[in-house]
């Protein structure tokens, strides 16, 4: 048996560095505005960018363990924003064991298995440093990256083609964090999933379309009085009181009427992240 080289196992070859500036922090309830991707969080049987090999055998079981299951059930699986390092607190293996709260970005919901692959749903942590993610996503066009966290045995290679290590088994899976530059070149998200109403439907029942249409539209625009941040400060800043709420054809505005003066409106431009999750939703209908 080879003997082991390496035991604690953090899959990225760099990291979100540690001086973004965040804003604002959001008091968006997790499952309402906060963004959502599905995402390739790790590939196995094939060598990645640290010449390191994991094997399907291997990393199931530590997918499938009992305090996965307990916190993918409670929505509590977090990962961090970069793995532990010297610059977010002393490394040691309780350290590495260890999801911090404070440096909780992303929350996975759910994983699975495509063939050799590990993907997954991955949701914006109601925290700044999840702020930080989701406007990275729907602001800066950024394509989040993902990597291993986990505990195993690593030993040198037998492959005859080329030389790296071999993760075996049994393996301890703390998380997947959020990181730049994957090991594993295909772990970046797919897609956005739109999340800002989860479902519609009314059982087996014939929904007209055009009550299914201002029925979306009700929804968006509650979206919005909850989340715009612009329509809180003018509705603040000009003592307005409002009655009702239009979106204009672009969804980028909503059209507000005074309460009691129907003829008085203003025009109130939403943020692009606002806009965006409202044109997304609404495309799923026929407008």
Excluded at 34 to 41: A, D, F, G, M
Aim: net charge neutral; proline share 4%; charged share 25%.
């Amino acid at each position: 048996m080879n003997k082991p080289i390496a035991y604690m196992l953090c899959e990225s070859t760099t990291e979100p560095t540690s001086n973004y500036k965040i804003v604002k922090e959001s008091s968006a309830d997790p499952a309402n505005g906060r963004v959502t991707v599905e995402t390739n969080l790790q590939t196995t049987e094939v060598f990645n960018r640290n010449d390191r090999r994991y094997f399907k055998k291997c990393i199931k079981p530590g997918l499938d363990a009992p305090h996965i299951n307990e916190l993918q059930s409670k929505k509590s699986w977090f990962g961090e924003c970069g793995h532990p390092t010297a610059d977010t607190g002393k490394i040691t293996l309780e350290r590495m064991l260890t999801v911090m709260p404070d440096r909780a970005a992303i929350n996975i919901l759910k994983h699975w298995w495509d063939n050799n692959t590990v993907k997954g749903h991955v949701r914006a942590a109601a925290t700044p440093l999840g702020d930080m993610f989701q406007r990275l996503i729907l602001e800066g066009g950024m394509k989040s990256a993902y990597s291993l966290r986990a505990m195993g045995a690593v030993t040198a290679s037998k492959d005859q083609y080329r030389s790296g290590n071999d993760v075996t088994g049994p393996m301890r899976v703390v998380t997947y964090d959020w990181v730049i530059l994957p090991s594993h070149d295909d772990a970046y998200q797919n897609s956005i999933i739109t999340n800002m109403v989860e479902s519609f439907g009314l059982g087996n029942k014939m929904v007209m379309e055009s009550f299914a249409v201002a029925l979306a539209e009700s929804d968006a625009i509650n979206f919005i009085k909850q989340e715009s941040q612009n329509l809180a400060f003018v509705s603040e800043l000009l003592d307005f009181c409002y009655e009702g709420i239009t979106l204009s054809p672009d969804k980028r505005s909503i059209i507000v009427t005074e309460a009691g003066n129907p003829s008085n409106k203003l025009i109130v431009r939403l943020e692009e992240a606002i806009s965006y999750q409202v044109s997304e939703y609404l495309s799923k209908f026929k407008l």
